[in-house]
């Protein structure tokens, strides 16, 4: 189940925001959960950034939050040694850490929903090999455990709280220029300001970069021996306030991604693209 913006409750998270809410939205857990047996109402969310996680947050104390995932993408022979119900679903609790091999999930003690009813349940897998502390590793394909991923949360001064899968992130293996330290960065879309992209550095958090397509700019823009469109993205890095209280753009230096999350910025060599081309002058702006 996805966030709403559904009219209903209103709950207020430290790393997720508001959410609005329905009642049919609330899973209810008559036993609570291991540990938080006094916890009874939770809702489930999913951010595409964190997927294949998703996130049980307490209605009763909305600061209490639960990574979580289905075992299979884990262990595609999971069983509970039980058939399950057409409309219910098991996920387990991860113990989120940035390190990936300390990660682990509660495989012992899974997480029944019944999407139907909309309740759920924790129930104590008795006399089966499965671990409280499974460690979730990356391992390939075909090797008998779905690959999966680890999360890393960044405390950003201009989003809040992000929580990044690894597999979203962008390693530049030169940093940008000013930048060489920074290696690692996650690309963001924030609504409001779309078509404006956010490239945040993963090292500083506090350290992020305002991208437009330079073709927003320039529709004229010319890339063509610097770049191959089937398999790159093109951005400029933006300054919202010049010294001359303009908006401009590097469009000297383009930043190239490509599709196997790596990332580069480049110098073009023609004289044609100043690196603090005034964007309000072009006709798109």
Not at 1 to 15: F, H, I, N, V, Y
Not at 36 to 53: D, S
Request: proline fraction near 5%; hydrophobic fraction near 40%.
């Amino acid at each position: 189940m996805s966030q709403t913006k559904s009219e209903g409750a209103m709950l207020r998270t430290p790393d997720f925001g508001d959410i609005s809410f329905s009642g049919n939205h609330v899973f209810t857990f008559s036993e609570g959960l291991h540990g938080f047996e006094h916890l009874r109402k939770f809702i489930l969310i999913a951010e595409e950034a964190t997927e294949p996680f998703k996130w049980l947050i307490s209605i009763e104390n909305p600061a209490i939050g639960f990574a979580l995932i289905n075992p299979g993408h884990i262990d595609q022979n999971y069983t509970i040694g039980e058939p399950l119900g057409e409309n219910v679903v098991p996920m387990v609790i991860v113990a989120l850490v940035n390190d990936a091999l300390g990660t682990t999930t509660n495989m012992k003690a899974p997480i029944l929903f019944d999407c139907s009813a909309m309740t759920g349940q924790q129930i104590l897998l008795s006399g089966s090999n499965y671990s409280h502390t499974h460690q979730l590793a990356r391992q390939q394909d075909g090797a008998g455990v779905v690959q999966t991923t680890s999360i890393r949360r960044l405390y950003t001064s201009q989003f809040g709280v992000l929580d990044v899968a690894s597999d979203n992130i962008l390693t530049f293996s030169e940093g940008l220029l000013g930048f060489e330290k920074l290696r690692e960065f996650v690309l963001i879309s924030i609504d409001e300001t779309e078509p404006m992209k956010w490239l945040v550095s993963i090292e500083e958090p506090s350290i992020g970069f305002p991208l437009l397509s330079p073709w927003i700019i320039d529709a004229d823009y010319d890339l063509r021996n610097s770049y191959d469109p089937s398999t790159q993205a093109a951005f400029v890095v933006v300054t919202l306030v010049n010294p001359q209280g303009k908006m401009s753009a590097n469009m000297k230096a383009p930043v190239l991604i490509s599709g196997d999350h790596t990332g580069k910025q480049i110098i073009l060599n023609s004289d044609k693209y100043s690196p603090t081309y005034e964007i309000n002058r072009s006709k798109s702006a």
